[in-house]
């Protein structure tokens, strides 16, 4: 069956990069998903990519795309206090109904 | 546009009781979902709805009915509630990308808890 595995934390200073890694496991995936939740709030779409590029870029987001490996990244640059939340990475099923989410990695910035 | 509106936003049950979580979209979208988050656990879908008129068994459907009334709606039922269902219960819609992928709209979440 269909796997999203994440890393569940990371910290970082303000200013610096961050970069929150995914892996999945279905290799037909169409497409591939970052949400943001912030605390007490529902999921916000931030990026997502095609599965046939392996690089976007969307002001300070930056999404790696890994077919090979099946690994996904997501790179903040210059990292700010309010980007402090939990972020999901999903991968939509080949036909096109379901996203299969990873359990979250915490990002936690730091003054 | 009020986009995805789930209601209550808090509820605590007793073992036993019922109720149903309702969920709207004036999005016009013709897929619906529903979600439970759990600490470390991610999200995990319990029903959704392709279209109006259709539902189908995602991850976690056991102990819970759907109904969906019309495009607007979802409802999420639980007949007997378990402490098991303590949970953060998301409602979303879906939407095609202009390139041809699905962007899911969420709700603010229902946080149950039974005991």
């Known amino acids: 069956g269909e796997d999203v595995e994440q890393s569940l934390f990371l910290s970082v200073r303000e200013g610096d990069s961050s970069v929150i890694n995914c892996t999945y496991t279905?290799?037909?995936?169409?497409?591939l998903y970052w949400y943001k939740q912030e605390p007490g709030a529902g999921l916000q779409l931030l990026t997502y990519?095609?599965?046939?590029?392996d690089m976007k870029q969307d002001q300070r987001l930056t999404v790696l795309l890994n077919k090979k490996d099946k690994h996904l990244s997501l790179r903040i640059a210059d990292t700010q206090t309010g980007d402090s939340a939990i972020y999901f990475c999903?991968?939509?099923?080949?036909?096109?109904?379901?996203?299969?989410f990873g359990k979250g990695t915490m990002l936690l910035v730091s003054p | 546009n009020a986009g995805v509106t789930q209601t209550p936003k808090f509820q605590v049950l007793k073992t036993g009781q019922s109720m149903t979580l309702q969920c709207a979209q004036d999005?016009?979208?013709?897929?619906m979902y529903w979600y439970r988050q759990d600490p470390g656990m991610g999200l995990r879908l319990i029903y959704y709805?392709?279209?109006?008129?259709?539902?189908d068994k995602g991850e976690v459907p056991n102990g819970y009915n759907v109904s969906r009334l019309n495009k607007r709606e979802f409802s999420l039922r639980l007949e007997s509630a378990a402490p098991s269902q303590t949970s953060v219960y998301f409602c979303?819609?879906?939407?095609?990308?202009?390139?041809?992928?699905?962007?899911?709209?969420f709700g603010p979440g229902t946080r149950l808890t039974v005991t």
């Open positions: 979303a819609s879906s939407s095609r990308f202009e390139a041809g992928g699905y962007e899911q709209y």
């Open positions: 279905d290799s037909s995936s169409t497409y």
């Open positions: 990519i095609f599965s046939n590029m």
């Open positions: 999903a991968e939509m099923d080949t036909g096109y109904s379901t996203l299969t």
């Open positions: 999005m016009n979208h013709n897929s």
């Open positions: 709805s392709a279209s109006e008129g259709t539902t």
